[in-house]
T-cell receptor, first 111, second 113 residues
Framework: EAGVTQSPTHLIKTRGQQATLRCSPI?????VYWYQQALGLGLQFLLW???????NRGNFPPRFSGRQFPNYSSELNVNALELEDSALYLC??????????FGPGTRLLVL | QQQVKQSPQSLIVQKGGISIINCAYE??????FPWYQQFPGKGPALLIA?????SEKKEGRFTISFNKSAKQFSLHIMDSQPGDSATYFC????????????FGSGTRLLVRP
């Protein structure tokens, strides 16, 4: 069974641009979580999508947004990129359970 | 109150030794405590998890010990191997808060051959 996949693996943008990151959950999983892993800040919860709806968001500004599609895949959009947005963005999926399975991440570099 | 504090920041252990990583939390509403292992360039992988109604859980060489009254839990890696060298994260979540994981700051483990 395929695990959580994320694309692209690496993304380089400049300040002020927009970034779009994609996540495909494990087949059968309906929940998608996004986390940011920035150097020195650890893993921080960004967003939770379940059954196509945003259910919860972490302490991040509104320029971090996303959506979940009918096939349960998800997209994270980061607008007006700032240098401090450089981080590894991790997606995790789960289904009616506490266990979250993580993908390999997208490494975003903002120049 | 949402924090999970993890120690040590880094740990060096000889092959065959026991690695011990500790975590502490404040919020008594947390009801699920997983440990994740992360290798460089990879996403975190679930190692083992425990709920507060259990004081210990063992899976192979990995054991979680849980002390509800002290609000502490720890990961023990028995017979540590060089392949265990990775960063380990403890985490906590609560059912009434979207199951989002609150992570500790991580422990970088190096097992010397």
């Amino acid at each position: 069974e395929a695990g959580v996949t994320q694309s692209p693996t690496h993304l380089i943008k400049t300040r002020g641009q927009q970034a779009t990151l994609r996540c495909s959950p494990i087949s059968g999983h309906t929940s998608v979580y996004w986390y940011q892993q920035a150097l020195g800040l650890g893993l921080q919860f960004l967003l939770w999508y379940d059954e196509g709806e945003e259910r919860n968001r972490g302490n991040f500004p509104p320029r971090f947004s996303g959506r979940q599609f009918p096939n349960y895949s998800s997209e994270l959009n980061v607008n007006a990129l700032e240098l401090e947005d450089s981080a590894l963005y991790l997606c995790a999926s789960s289904y009616l359970a506490r266990t979250q399975y993580f993908g390999p991440g997208t490494r975003l570099l903002v120049l | 109150q949402q924090q999970v504090k993890q120690s040590p920041q880094s740990l060096i252990v000889q092959k065959g030794g026991i690695s011990i990583i500790n975590c502490a939390y404040e919020n008594t509403a947390f009801d699920y405590f997983p440990w994740y292992q992360q290798f460089p360039g990879k996403g975190p992988a679930l190692l083992i998890a425990i709920r507060p109604d259990v004081s210990e859980k063992k899976e192979g060489r990995f054991t979680i010990s849980f002390n509800k009254s002290a609000k502490q839990f720890s990961l023990h890696i028995m017979d540590s191997q060089p392949g265990d060298s990775a960063t380990y994260f403890c985490a906590a979540s609560r059912m009434d808060s979207s199951y989002k994981l609150i992570f500790g700051s991580g422990t970088r483990l190096l097992v010397r051959p």
